[in-house]
């Protein structure tokens, strides 16, 4: 069952990848392969960085090693450290400091459907939304979650009747988030499964994933299936932002899921968000995250209520002068640029054509600049891209983990510049 | 099937029993019962505090409802805000900055079987069980997960076979914490099943959760099946701690699970620890945790290492005068002794007998002050002791949620002083 494999490589592409690509060969594993980066292979990662005070002293780790011009380079996940150099720049907008006798509680608002939400949260959220007008925040519930891919699960959970026969099939348009067949079966449950691209699924009873602007592709989409009946969609909305793509109308469907680190880049901190309609389903929905973690880290929610006040000052004509969308498309209209002449300049690879839209947030026509590239490789020899860009020191994610072909691959455009600068310079020399 | 009742019982309790309570009668309610406070039984938790810093000033939750002489008294969780006064006292020292630009990235340290594991927290894990000599750590695998129940999770994903044909039956003693069947079954995944208690199960393959010292009744356990062959045991030591039972030996088995939330009382960062000793175990914990929330907050593993650091500190010899297993102790010691003189004056209410040990930590002998009560009521017509004592706006947890009598209740004993006091004095009065 091809897709069951797709769900496999998926689930193992996180830490599989560094190892597969020192070892300068495809490593296929078994869905429990460790994947992790054996020693002689190790990179230490954990240097001090200077904190703010001697409270943020305790040197939080760097992530992903820096890069020389001959270092492996990888861009196989979104990591979005590209944002750093905006985060540097806003001094203590975005500080946050937690005494600590603080956050002790499980509980936040006993009132609130999502018991375990910060109030702060919840209004910064939606003011966020207002801000932008990508998302209609009025009459909806907000849920928070661990990260967007807890609520995709906490979204499956409740849209699948807990006295069915049969698991309910989640469904959605290949190319697909890689990541989708494997959240939904890894625990093989009883209650939904992966059934793969919606456009071979016959049958009423279904969950379509549906995200736009589409991981990997960048694509605009809508429902192929849409809702109705014994049929549900999930909006997964993560790059509908004004960094990746221009603002053409005030998404409204039933479930919507948002994450930090795609708006804002704080992917550390874990935090993601759902804008629900239905009451019931936000129940089940918390009701998931509190048998999966009991609630949602306190100190992350006040960090990103701290992180989404700033960006919405920087648009409040306050004093401000921060704007972090006006950053992330003066970056991504950068890095796109440069990939495209690359591409051209290597005459090996292909894009997909660039489109562009009226922004109602910019007020102006602006392009789409993905948060990933979907990178083909034309050359005839070629049949699996990500080996081959592999044998050139650069990681990304074959085409064969979305639903697509291996010629494909997918290339994540958020990274630090001096990766992405020696990434496009190997890229062009590739002949 | 009454044990599949126990884990829906259980996956309500969190928030069904406010609702429950103030409509003065028990609810019982299918698995997707919402439970949430209705609109006009709203408690508004969300009231500002004075934080440290502007940057702190984002008004973080205080939780639970301030509590009058004639309140509904919630001790049915476990919330650990007894630990607030004590974190009151540290002043700055455990104290946390975050600036805007920290803790971006999803990775921590990529040589590390757990890549998500920011260095300075297994670092403060392992000086922490150093100091209490509560548990062996040396040549285990520290994980970090979302609380200890995303850990257990993790264990049970970690520990069933992929190919095997029928889940892995998981078991506990009776009485066993209410959650353990709520979050093996929640998901009907196939890879593991609640069969429930471990006196009455039948078979070879199995998966023993230990709790020890015991939630819900304090008891000193070891494994009743054991390891070996196809049956693993998990050991719950989230209350092997001194402030709640001497510390008579250094832990050492396979999987050890803790949790901040009841050894420092930080129960909204939602961090939690394994100590591991299998590598191949440890990954696939890591890689459940990977496809369940992609890692752990970075933002609360940064605090819980401060937190940790600053209890060590407080045995380390120095300056510190803060030392939290001293506080903890005597706090706990006098709410047992409050509640068994009160326990006595009532007359109708029995408590598991006072047992004590030498603590290896303290240096002197000491008492079990358990987390929670594990109450009886042994008068003849009360056969509901939750019912009976939420009718006397006292909300406490059914025994039958543990596998055991409703003649019996979990009350926790970890709340804050004025609901505790109320607490006590309503106790005593009831004949």
């Given at each position: 069952?091809?897709?069951?494999?797709?769900?496999?490589?998926?689930?193992?592409?996180?830490?599989?990848?560094?190892?597969?690509?020192?070892?300068?060969?495809?490593?296929?594993?078994?869905?429990?392969h460790p994947?992790?980066?054996?020693?002689?292979?190790?990179?230490?990662?954990?240097a001090?960085?200077?904190?703010?005070?001697?409270?943020?002293?305790?040197?939080?780790?760097?992530?992903?090693p820096?890069?020389?011009?001959?270092s492996?380079?990888?861009?196989d996940?979104g990591?979005?450290?590209?944002?750093?150099?905006?985060?540097?720049?806003?001094?203590?907008?975005?500080?946050?400091v937690i005494p600590?006798?603080?956050?002790?509680?499980y509980?936040?608002?006993?009132?609130n459907?999502?018991?375990?939400?910060?109030?702060?949260?919840?209004?910064?959220?939606?003011?966020?939304?207002?801000?932008v007008?990508?998302?209609?925040?009025?009459?909806?519930?907000?849920?928070?979650?661990?990260?967007?891919?807890?609520?995709?699960?906490?979204?499956?959970?409740?849209?699948?009747?807990?006295?069915?026969?049969?698991?309910?099939?989640?469904?959605s348009?290949a190319?697909?988030?890689?990541?989708?067949?494997a959240?939904?079966?890894?625990?093989?449950?009883?209650l939904?499964?992966?059934?793969?691209d919606?456009?071979?699924?016959?049958?009423?009873a279904?969950?379509?994933?549906?995200?736009?602007?589409?991981?990997?592709d960048?694509?605009i989409?809508?429902?192929l299936?849409?809702?109705?009946?014994?049929?549900?969609?999930?909006?997964?909305?993560?790059?509908?932002?004004?960094?990746?793509?221009?603002?053409?109308?005030?998404?409204?469907?039933?479930?919507?899921?948002?994450?930090m680190?795609?708006?804002?880049?704080?992917?550390?901190?874990?935090i993601?968000?759902?804008?629900?309609?239905?009451?019931?389903?936000?129940?089940?929905?918390?009701?998931?995250?509190?048998l999966?973690?009991?609630?949602?880290s306190?100190?992350?929610?006040?960090?990103?209520?701290r992180?989404?006040?700033?960006?919405?000052?920087?648009?409040?004509?306050g004093?401000s002068?921060?704007?972090?969308?006006?950053?992330?498309?003066?970056?991504?209209?950068?890095?796109?640029?440069m990939?495209?002449?690359?591409?051209?300049?290597?005459?090996?690879?292909?894009?997909p054509?660039?489109?562009?839209?009226r922004?109602?947030?910019?007020?102006?026509?602006?392009?789409?600049?993905?948060?990933?590239a979907?990178?083909?490789?034309?050359?005839?020899?070629?049949?699996?891209?990500?080996?081959?860009?592999r044998?050139?020191?650069?990681?990304?994610?074959?085409?064969?983990?979305f639903?697509?072909?291996?010629?494909?691959?997918?290339?994540?455009?958020l990274?630090?510049?001096?990766?992405?600068?020696?990434?496009?310079?190997?890229?062009?020399?590739l002949k």
């Open positions: 069952m091809p897709l069951r494999r797709v769900a496999i490589f998926a689930s193992l592409a996180l830490n599989v990848a560094a190892l597969a690509l020192l070892r300068h060969r495809y490593v296929v594993s078994h869905p429990h994947g992790v980066v054996s020693l002689d292979q190790q990179h230490h990662v954990c001090p960085q200077p904190g703010t005070s001697g409270a943020a002293a305790s040197a939080p780790s760097t992530g992903k820096g890069v020389t011009s001959d492996v380079i990888n861009l996940h990591d979005p450290t590209m944002f750093e150099a905006f985060w540097r720049e806003t001094g203590d907008a975005a500080e946050l600590g006798w603080q956050t002790m509680n509980f936040s608002d006993v009132s459907v999502c018991w375990f939400m910060e109030p702060d949260f919840d209004q910064q959220v939606r003011r966020l939304h207002r801000t007008g990508n998302a209609a925040v009025d009459g909806c519930h907000v849920l928070v979650g661990t990260g967007s891919t807890q609520l995709l699960m906490a979204a499956l959970y409740a849209l699948s009747p807990a006295d069915a026969v049969q698991p309910t099939s989640v469904v348009t190319p697909f988030y890689s990541w989708y067949p959240v939904t079966d890894f625990l093989r449950s009883g939904f499964r992966w059934a793969g919606a456009n071979s699924f016959v049958g009423d279904y969950i379509e994933l549906v995200c736009s602007p589409n991981n990997p960048g694509a989409r809508d429902a299936l849409g809702s109705g009946g014994a049929g549900k969609a999930v909006h997964d909305l993560a790059y509908y932002w004004p960094q990746y793509t221009p603002i053409t109308r005030r998404a409204d469907h039933d479930i919507m899921l948002f994450t680190s795609k708006s804002t880049g704080h992917a550390g901190t874990r993601g968000w759902a804008l629900v309609k239905d009451r019931e389903v936000a129940r089940r929905m918390t009701k998931f995250v509190e999966n973690t009991v609630s949602v306190k100190d992350s929610q006040l960090r990103a209520a992180v989404l006040r700033a960006v919405s000052d920087g648009y409040g004509g004093a002068r921060h704007r972090l969308f006006d950053f992330g498309r003066r970056k991504m209209a950068e890095r796109w640029r990939l495209r002449e690359a591409a051209a300049a290597s005459g090996i690879f292909s894009l054509e660039e489109t562009s839209g922004c109602n947030f910019a007020n102006e026509t602006a392009a789409n600049n993905h948060a990933f979907w990178l083909r490789c034309d050359r005839e020899d070629v049949e699996d891209c990500a080996g081959f860009l044998g050139h020191k650069i990681l990304t994610r074959s085409g064969n983990q639903g697509a072909e291996p010629r494909y691959v997918r290339v994540s455009m990274g630090r510049d001096d990766a992405y600068d020696i990434f496009i310079r190997r890229l062009a020399s």
